[in-house]
């Protein structure tokens, strides 16, 4: 396997991950019409950040964390 093999699979998970973001804002556009249908207010925009925040860094533990990326010189 040579590199550009690799960077090509690189891309491949790149554009599955653009993919999967998009739906995920789809998703997350639901739930705030959802709420404005049915007056649910979320206005603690801090909670709101510290939940993102929990998700990335459970995302990130489930992965085993980013001490394993190298970037490129």
């Keep these: 396997m ?3 093999n690799l ?3 690189i891309d491949k998970i790149d554009d599955e991950l653009v993919k999967l973001f998009g739906q995920r804002m789809d998703v997350a556009a639901r739930i705030a019409d ?3 249908e049915n007056k649910i207010g979320n ?3 801090q909670h709101k950040k510290r939940n ?3 998700k990335i860094t459970l ?3 489930k992965r085993g964390g ?3 990326v190298q970037r490129e010189t």
């Design 66 to 68: 980013h001490e394993n």
């Design 52 to 54: 993102e925040m929990k």
């Design 59 to 61: 995302l990130m533990n």
């Design 34 to 36: 959802f709420k404005k």
């Design 2 to 4: 040579d590199i550009s």
């Design 43 to 45: 206005n603690k925009k």
């Design 7 to 9: 960077r090509n699979e």
